[in-house]
T-cell receptor, first 112, second 113 residues
């Protein structure tokens, strides 16, 4: 079983839709949870960072963590064509504060 | 405020040649991380360096790969005697401390012919 599972998609939605992106993980040692956005041929860009169960909101983005189920989500409200990118979940275990473990990424296309 | 810089952006090597990838961290950042993104795979941690020290190289292949972050100048990821399986995007990230957010560069795309 892989440490982090993420559906690679692709996911295609119309402009204005609510998008839900998810990752599951197997190692309960993961304590910190991030979402990165990666545009084609670019480096990953940090979107959200959280370390506790519950929701964290930033503009149109909401990150949700359920440690009991080992499940994390990223919701995008009022999606825009500029949101079209690959979204990567990244986790850090409590024993290694710097080593990011990434999901494979979900390719999202928002159609105008 | 320049971000993390990597060069070259694209590198083509023939099998058996050496590849040198360079990374200049963000200003004020002294912690550097290298990740590799193989086709159809997620980003994988390779190595964590501070100035003049390798802190964690647990993700580095045992042979042909080495990394350094000298007192002056950029961090270098060196791949000797490249093989086709080394073809990938190599990303560098930097942070202010090991607990800090990692900011990524644009990557170097290595193609081995």
């Amino acid at each position: 079983q892989k440490e982090v599972e993420q559906d690679p998609g692709p996911l295609s939605v119309p402009e204005g839709a609510i998008v839900s992106l998810n990752c599951t993980y197997s190692n309960s040692a993961f304590q910190y949870f991030m979402w990165y956005r990666q545009y084609s041929r670019k480096g990953p860009e940090l979107l959200m960072y959280t370390y506790s169960s519950g929701n964290k909101e930033d503009g149109r983005f909401t990150a949700q963590v359920d440690k009991s189920s080992k499940y994390i989500s990223l919701f995008i409200r009022d999606s825009q064509p500029s949101d079209s990118a690959t979204y990567l979940c990244a986790l850090i275990s409590g024993g290694s504060n710097y080593k990011l473990t990434f999901g494979k990424g979900t390719l999202l296309t928002v159609n105008p | 405020n320049a971000g993390v810089m990597q060069n070259p952006r694209h590198l083509v090597r023939r099998r058996g040649q050496e590849a040198r990838l360079r990374c200049s961290p963000m200003k004020g950042h002294s912690h550097v991380y290298w990740y590799r993104q193989l086709p159809e795979e997620g980003l994988k941690f390779m190595v964590y360096l501070q100035k003049e020290n390798i802190i964690d190289e647990s993700g580095m292949p045992k042979e042909r790969f080495s990394a350094e972050f000298p007192k002056e100048g950029p961090s270098i990821l060196r791949i000797q005697q490249v093989v086709r399986g080394d073809s990938a995007a190599y990303f560098c990230a930097s942070s202010t401390d090991p607990f800090g957010v990692e900011y990524f560069g644009p990557g170097t795309r290595l193609t081995v012919l």
